[in-house]
């Protein structure tokens, strides 16, 4: 028999409490994900389809999302001046608080909450689409004609994630620090130089490199880890909302635990 | 041709196929018929190379489609046209887009070429008007003739139907079975159709295999069906009173 370098089709182990044979599922997922991966960065078939597809999920990723990310990023800025206000007084100085907004926003706020809430956006999104087309065997069909699937269904998303999400987060960034600056004057926190005084102390701007390189890693694994869950479905309808669910949950434990990871290796 | 040599596949501790040997015949209709669960599906897969036999190979016109690498294996592929029993099309794609699909990823056509190619193969399924519906928006029997439409866009030397009457009613049943038939007749392909539909195996079948519990145990064509050849295929095939009063009138 010939083994395939690549065999997609591998059974999944029985899920159980024994903590061995949990181990053992979670490095069969591990190992089935580096598959896909794997699968997934080959040259495609047609350039030109390829070009198409992932403007297409440049819309899907980005575009679409910029609605949701300029909303919560101007509610985060403002949250974070009124909170900052209401816990500086006496020998701190107000220009403190154009200073936290600034770090919070470009440290933590931007690059890490707007990742996870488009792993709840996107990442379902692309886990339904690949699992609804796994079980309605349009994966399959795809096989057929001799196109890799992976590369032409997860590529796309995956190249997409990393190129748009970034711009997302800058984007995240300029509004929420905007939006502080605006509740600050108009509440009366802070003065408008004060704040903008404060914004530009102690500026590094080594902090926004380091957020933006999460953000990348990021994109990188909401796109990919949800591919994965939706590439691999089986079943029905039931186990695509249940894959959709899964990529989701995965996405935000996996970005959580590089998040930490990122900022020992960056920061320290 | 298409010859299965003694492919053998296992899930777990579940022997699906057992050394199945099989020939299809180029320019003919080769119907796999049998039970559900009886392994049809999983035989069809494996000849795809859709799953990978444990044992036993696949040969395409002489060609190991088995022993080849997935670059090799490719080509073999272009060569295929595959309708699904649920038609797999793409549903984020209209009709004539689904058609256009393979001619865009493997064809070195220009877009005109590509265009009058699946205007060809949509006025054969007799579709020539749908090619701006959307898949949801057709019934079951207009997308079967598409997915036979992207089957046959890139001139296929092979075509595998998998349940192609499911779903559909006895006149768009018919419809279909004629459809495949014609077209392997034009195109000079080897078609293997998987079924249990006994109207669509009489209807449409040059040659027939019988799969029971994951192994080939008879051969033969619709005339020699209505003899019989053991009683596992007798159970099967005059499961209907329409087939044991065929059989009683010896005429088809």
Known sequence: MVMRKYDLN??????????????????FHIGRYMQ?????????????????LFILELESIGIQSVGIVA?????????????????????????????????????????????????????????SQIGTMRVTEQIDALEIMGVNSATYLVLPKILAGVIIVPFLVVLSMVLGIGAGAWIGVAT???????????????????????????????????????????????????????????????????IMISNLILTQMLLN | ??????????????????????????????????RSGSGKSVLTKCTVGLIEPDQGFVTYDGRDFTALSGKERKVIRQEIGMLFQGSALFDSMTVEENVRFPLRMFSDFSEEQIRRRSAECLERVELSDAGVRFPAECSGGMQKRVGIARAIAMNPKYLFCDEPNSGLDPQTAIVIDQLIMEITREYDMTTVVISHDMNSVMEASDTIHFVHEGSILWKGTRQSLLAGGNRELEDFVFASNLMRQIRSSGQL
């Not at chain 1, 408008?192 to 404060?198: I, P, R, S, V």
């Not at chain 2, 899930?11 to 003919?28: C, I, P, W, Y």
């Open chain 1, 188 to 254: 009366g926190v802070s003065a408008l130089a004060d704040f903008e005084y404060g914004m530009q102390v102690d500026f590094k701007v080594f902090d926004v490199i380091y957020a933006l390189t999460k953000t990348v890693v990021f994109g990188f694994i909401l796109t990919s880890v949800s591919a994965y869950h939706g590439y691999h479905a089986s079943g029905g309808a039931l186990e695509v909302g249940r894959s959709s669910t899964k990529a989701v949950v995965w996405s935000v434990v996996i």
């Open chain 1, 36 to 52: 896909l991966l794997a699968a997934s960065f080959r040259r495609p078939e047609k350039w030109r389809v390829f070009k198409d």
């Open chain 1, 71 to 127: 909303l919560l990023s101007l509610f985060m800025g403002a949250v974070i001046c009124l909170q900052t206000a209401h816990q500086i007084g006496g020998w701190i100085p107000v220009y403190t608080v154009g200073f936290t907004v600034r770090q919070t926003m470009i440290l933590e706020f931007s690059p890490t909450l707007i990742p996870v809430i488009l792993a709840g956006k996107v990442g379902s999104n692309i886990a």
């Open chain 1, 10 to 27: 591998l059974p999944v182990p029985v899920s159980t409490i024994n903590p061995y044979l949990r181990t053992m599922q979670w490095m």
């Open chain 2, 1 to 34: 041709m298409i010859e299965l040599h003694n492919i053998s596949k296992s899930f777990g501790s579940h022997d699906v196929l057992n050394d199945v040997q099989a020939t299809f015949e180029r320019g003919k209709v080769n119907f796999v018929i049998g």
